[in-house]
């Protein structure tokens, strides 16, 4: 069962659910906020949460025998795709669960656990979108499209991340397929940094078993990346 709950403000959406994950909150629950006030993405990065966007958190309540609780980033990804694309975007996914439109980043997924429960938040630039980056980034807007009413676009999110839910807990195999088909091709240049490491260049060689990056290198061998920031070449 879905239940959608909007604030007007709160500091983190991911940051109040693992609260309410953790005192026992059902799955199927989303909390929207209209604004943030210390939204945050991968990797602690920053995310600017102006009126206008969406940002929105989940729950999902780990049972025996799902799938790598990690690979719900790919559901959120596909999900998020299907929603989008019923709004006329035309966007790719890149590893191991942003969105883009051409080469500027267009949605956020973090995915936060607690005990049994994985939060999953998640940040689309619908109206507004940051400037003065270290990357690119747009927002449907500024794609020419209309920018939906943010909890209408939510409804839209949580019905699609139900559906690949479900998918998922019968085995992560259909979610893999459709997360490559909406990725970036097989034999992509990408560049992969690691923590404290320089950076690793290869080609996109598709997904493991498991939803771990393939990276093909100029040797041949192919290295097996199971976290990492991703940049396409």
């Known amino acids: 069962m879905i239940d959608i709950r909007t604030v007007a403000t709160t500091a983190s959406t991911n940051a109040?659910?693992?609260?309410?994950?953790?005192s026992g909150a059902a799955e199927g629950l989303w909390l929207h906020a209209v604004e943030q006030t210390?939204?945050?993405?991968?990797l602690g990065r920053a995310w600017v949460s102006p009126p206008g966007n969406l940002y929105a958190s989940t729950i999902v309540c780990l049972r025996p025998g799902d799938p790598s609780p990690a690979t719900l980033a790919m559901v959120a990804s596909v999900a998020l795709d299907e929603a989008l694309t019923a709004y006329g975007a035309d966007a790719w996914?890149?590893?191991?669960?942003?969105?883009?439109?051409?080469?500027?980043?267009l949605t956020g997924i973090l995915l936060e656990r607690t005990g049994d429960a994985v939060v999953a938040g998640i940040g689309v630039n619908l109206a507004?979108?940051?400037e003065g980056l270290d990357r690119a980034t747009t927002?449907?807007?500024?794609?020419g499209l209309a920018a939906p009413d943010p909890e209408l676009f939510l409804r839209d999110l949580a019905e699609a991340f139900a559906r690949w839910l479900a998918v998922w807990r019968n085995g992560l195999e259909p979610v893999r397929r459709r997360w490559l088909e909406r990725a970036h091709p097989v034999g992509t240049a990408l560049s992969v940094?690691?923590?404290?490491?320089?950076?690793?260049?290869?080609?996109f060689d598709g997904l493991a078993a498991d939803g771990a990056l393939r990276l093909r290198r100029a040797s041949g061998e192919v290295q097996v990346i199971h976290a990492g920031d991703v940049f396409r070449i």
């Not at 210390?38 to 991968?42: D, L, Q």
């Not at 996914?93 to 980043?105: E, M, Q, R, V, Y």
């Not at 940094?193 to 080609?203: C, E, N, S, T, Y």
Request: aromatic share 4%.
């Open 93 to 105: 996914i890149k590893w191991p669960n942003d969105l883009f439109i051409g080469d500027a980043k």
């Open 16 to 22: 109040d659910m693992l609260a309410l994950a953790a």
């Open 38 to 42: 210390a939204g945050r993405g991968r």
């Open 193 to 203: 940094r690691l923590p404290d490491q320089a950076p690793i260049d290869g080609l």
């Open 128 to 130: 507004h979108h940051p």
């Open 139 to 143: 927002s449907l807007a500024a794609e």
